[in-house]
């Protein structure tokens, strides 16, 4: 399968996913939000929604042709603005939930669920085919010494970065990739907001 016929939310997951275990690179809620704020930033660039002062708005209606952005955008409701904040919180474990289902069905990941110490779930998300999450993490690297050009790889890369993860999925990174990646996640409106909440949640947890 081409990379290239993937969502942005779905190569979102993938990037975020050990290849050798599936399992998650951080906090699954975390993990979440990213793929959401990758959602948003696929609906925003079809015309699909509108933001204005931490608000958003749906934009256009019809089918996106993808059943995942098309999930992701019938959670807006017409007439509707919510805080982007709020909307992310809200959806960000739906939307996680069908990135990965979307995964599976595309037969390139398994979902395995267990509780730890018997109380909170856990996913581990087992490559079922080829490895195609060292090839997009290769993508990523290369686009990287280009300064990250296109805005597919503006958004995974800033994201990546707003979930403070960057070692941990393009280990070795120069400090002037690092320093560009963080950039991104100031300037790329969903990465923004999803450092955020990594932030006020991570703090929460000190």
Known sequence: MSLATLTVPE???????????GKPRARERFVNYAVTGAALAELEAAGRIVV???????????????PLL????????SGKRPRTVRWIHRNADAIGEACALSLR?????????????????????????PDVIT??????RAAAEHGFPGPRHQVL?????ALRITPRVMPGSSRGVRKTMRSLAGSVWPAHVVR??????SSGDA
Not at 105 to 128: D, M, N, S
Not at 135 to 140: A, G, I, K, N, Q
């Open 105 to 129: 069905e595309r037969g390139l990941v398994g979902i395995e669920k267990r509780r730890a110490l018997g109380l909170f779930p856990r996913h581990r998300y087992p490559l079922q085919g």
């Open 157 to 161: 890369a800033a994201l990546v970065s």
């Open 196 to 201: 955020r909440m990594v932030r006020a949640e």
């Open 11 to 21: 190569q979102m997951l993938l990037l975020l996913l050990d290849p050798a275990s």
């Open 135 to 140: 090839p997009l993490v290769e993508e990523l």
């Open 52 to 66: 204005h002062r931490g608000r958003i708005a749906p934009a256009g209606s019809g089918p996106l042709g993808d």
């Open 70 to 77: 098309d999930m992701a955008f019938g959670r807006f409701r």
